[in-house]
């Protein structure tokens, strides 16, 4: 199965010299445009994007700046890989399909991730499907671009290194965190743990939590029903553990979540 780039995505011209004008972009989709890496206040925070301005300039030259609706696919498990996306606003699914048609969503992708990086690497089809959960700007950059680009620039090939190195550790700490735990309750406890930490709440007295996910999404991560993420959720509310406050989750009690996360 084959995904074409949709008709509804915006896409913004580059000069001559490969870099797109203008100061700020909004696009149909609400997102404030990043129209040149080479300006990009995130740049030095990110793995792949913090290169040398001479491989940034040649990057800017081969790269399709574009902006992307929710739930937009990407690429899908199984395609020939077309080239490599470039994450720079938004949040994307990365999931695998079983034959009886059961999802697993192994990671949400943030900013500066490059995803379809190993797939365009080797050649192989791209081994899960990205879906955007948010608006996303995208850079995408053919395969044969891409290629060509590592060839003259070692100090990219580096990044790649560091960035498959980074996928692996995560792969890793995915298959821990499923296979090694003892219940779907110390696997969500995980999760919120996870999330709280990602967004420097950890250290607050009541972290907060935004679920941008739905429950059947919650229970694709953690490899359970949708119907037991709900009352996971019911029991931990129940027992003041957690407070919901629109679509924010309070972390009432750490101590008990860190309990459960270690116990199940």
Request: aromatic letters at 6%; glycine letters at 6%; a positive charge.
């Amino acid at each position: 199965m084959f995904v074409t780039l949709r008709s509804d995505m915006q896409t913004y011209n580059r000069g001559p010299d490969g870099i797109t004008r203008g100061c700020h972009v909004l696009s149909p989709y609400g997102l404030d445009i990043i129209e040149s890496c080479l300006t990009c206040k995130m740049r030095a925070e990110r793995i792949f994007c913090d290169l040398p301005t001479a491989a940034l300039q040649s990057f800017e030259a081969i790269k399709y700046a574009t902006a992307y609706p929710k739930g937009a696919v990407l690429f899908v498990e199984g395609q020939a890989p077309r080239g490599i996306f470039v994450l720079c606003k938004g949040r994307v699914k990365l999931s695998i399909c079983a034959s009886d048609g059961k999802t697993l969503i192994l990671k949400i992708a943030e900013p500066g991730e490059v995803l379809g990086l190993s797939a365009a690497v080797s050649g192989k089809a791209y081994e899960l499907t990205a879906e955007t959960i948010d608006p996303c700007q995208v850079n995408f950059v053919k395969r044969d671009d891409f290629l060509r680009f590592l060839k003259e620039h070692s100090d990219a090939c580096f990044k790649v290194a560091e960035q498959l190195s980074d996928k692996y550790n995560v792969a890793c700490h995915e298959v821990r965190s499923l296979g090694l735990s003892h219940s779907a309750a110390e696997k969500l406890a995980k999760l919120l743990i996870e999330w709280s930490s990602r967004n420097g709440e950890s250290q607050k007295q009541e972290p907060r939590v935004k679920l941008a996910l739905t429950h059947e999404e919650i229970a694709q991560m953690i490899g359970t029903s949708r119907e037991t993420v709900t009352r996971l959720f019911a029991d931990l509310k129940k027992r003041q553990i957690l407070q919901a406050k629109g679509s924010t989750l309070v972390i009432r009690n750490k101590a008990a979540l860190r309990s459960l996360a270690t116990t199940g």
